[in-house]
C-alpha cells in the first residue's frame, strides 16, 4: 500500500478521501503543515492531498519548501471554490500541484480516486517531460498522456481521439519520429507508471496490476519480462520509474 498525508481541516473531505483509497493506500491526517512534512519525513508518502488555504490563504511558500524538499511527492490541491479563490487556484498548477479537487463538486469517490491516479501518473511523467525536447507535438503529447491516462483502458482510437487526431496519423507520426505504435506507447505508459507504484516497497506487483487493470498479476509480470527484460522486483531495485524510463528512451534511439 502507499501512503497519502493529508492537511484537510474538514473532517468530511478527510472522509472521503479514506473511503475512494479505502485498501491500496493508507492515510496519515495531518493537522498543520508542519505534520505534513514531519510525515513526508517519516513515512513513505507519496501523495499529499491538501487544503491549499487550509491557514485561511493559500501558502504557497508551504507547497515550494515541499516540492523542494520531496521532489518525487505528487500535490494534490483539495479545495472549497469560492470567486475570490479563482487567481490562487489558476497558479495552484505553477506552484507543483498536479491535480485539482473541487470540495462538492468532482470528489465523489470515484472522482476522487481517477484524480489522485491521474495527479500521480503526472508527477512521474515530469520524468521524460524534459527529455523529448523538440519533439513533434504529436509524438510527445502521444508519450505523455499515455502515462498521465495510464489508469484508464486506453486503445488507440481514444489516444488519437484524445490527441484531437486520427489514429492513421497518429501512427504515422510516431512512426517518423522513431516511436513504437499507439498500442506499445500505452503499454510503456502503463509499466512507468507501475514503476512508479513499485518504489513504494510495501507495494506488490499484484497491486500494481490491479489499479492499472492489467488482467492478472501473471500477465503484468509477463509484460515486464517482454518490455524490460526484469522481474517487478528487479524494476523496483533498479530504481523503479526512472529506470522504465530510462529502457524506453533507449529502446527508441533517445537514451
Excluded at 495552484?92 to 498536479?98: H, L
Aim: charged letters at 25%; proline letters at 4%.
Amino acid at each position: 500500500m502507499g501512503v497519502i498525508a493529508t492537511l484537510l481541516p474538514e473532517e468530511r473531505c478527510l472522509l472521503r478521501v479514506v473511503q475512494a483509497v479505502s485498501g491500496q493506500h493508507t492515510v496519515v491526517p495531518c493537522h498543520s503543515w508542519d505534520e505534513v512534512f514531519g510525515a513526508c519525513e517519516d513515512e513513505a508518502v507519496h501523495i499529499a492531498a491538501l487544503d491549499l488555504f487550509a491557514d485561511g490563504r493559500a501558502n504557497f511558500d508551504r507547497v515550494r519548501q515541499l516540492k523542494l524538499r520531496f521532489a518525487r511527492i505528487t500535490l494534490v490541491a483539495y479545495v472549497s471554490f469560492t470567486p475570490s479563490r479563482t487567481r490562487d487556484l489558476f497558479d495552484a498548477g505553477r506552484a507543483g500541484f498536479d491535480g485539482l479537487i473541487i470540495v462538492d463538486q468532482d470528489d465523489t469517490p470515484l472522482q476522487l480516486k481517477s484524480v489522485l491516479g491521474q495527479a500521480e501518473a503526472r508527477g512521474v511523467a515530469s520524468l521524460l517531460r524534459n527529455r523529448l525536447g523538440a519533439l513533434n507535438p504529436i509524438s510527445r503529447d502521444a508519450v505523455l498522456v499515455s502515462i498521465t491516462r495510464a489508469h484508464l483502458r486506453l486503445t488507440s482510437h481514444r489516444l488519437a481521439d484524445i490527441l484531437t487526431t486520427s489514429r492513421r496519423n497518429l501512427l504515422a507520426r510516431l512512426e517518423q519520429d522513431g516511436f513504437p505504435a499507439p498500442q506499445k506507447l500505452i503499454t510503456w505508459g502503463r509499466l512507468v507508471v507501475a514503476a512508479q507504484m513499485l518504489e513504494d516497497s510495501n507495494r506488490s506487483a499484484d497491486s500494481a496490476a490491479r489499479a492499472l487493470d492489467f488482467p492478472s498479476g501473471s500477465a503484468f509480470r509477463n509484460t515486464c519480462q517482454r518490455y524490460l527484460k526484469a522481474t517487478p522486483q528487479e524494476i523496483r531495485s533498479k530504481g523503479g520509474a526512472g529506470f522504465v524510463v530510462e529502457e524506453f528512451l533507449k529502446s527508441v534511439g533517445r537514451g
